[in-house]
């Protein structure tokens, strides 16, 4: 007798904030940096990423995204890769400080 195998029904992540995203169609340079970049070539491109996602109507969207993966690279709802490192580990205190834990 052969075996079936189940895969589990899991929640397909929904896309659809992307369509909103004012970095739509923006080069992807801009949020993820050329290989080789140099620190003050980084922070002007930062800055400029950081000016889109700051005028985004789904900022929240992409930051809580790139949170849950994590995304280890580029600009990600309005934070570069060091921020949110340290923005996933404020969520995780405060999850854990309120007894809850955090995905």
Do not use: H
């Amino acid at each position: 007798m052969s075996q079936v195998r189940r895969q589990i029904a899991r929640p397909r992540p929904s896309w659809g904030w992307q369509d909103d995203a004012a970095c739509r169609g923006e080069d992807l340079v801009l949020f993820f940096g050329p290989d080789g970049e140099r620190q003050p070539e980084r922070d002007v491109r930062e800055r400029k990423a950081k000016a889109i996602c700051a005028q985004c109507p789904v900022r929240a969207e992409c930051l809580d995204y790139a949170l849950s993966r994590p995304e280890k690279y580029g600009t990600w709802g309005g934070l570069n890769e060091d921020e949110r490192a340290s923005e996933r580990r404020r969520r995780m205190r405060r999850a854990a400080s309120a007894g809850i834990s955090a995905a």
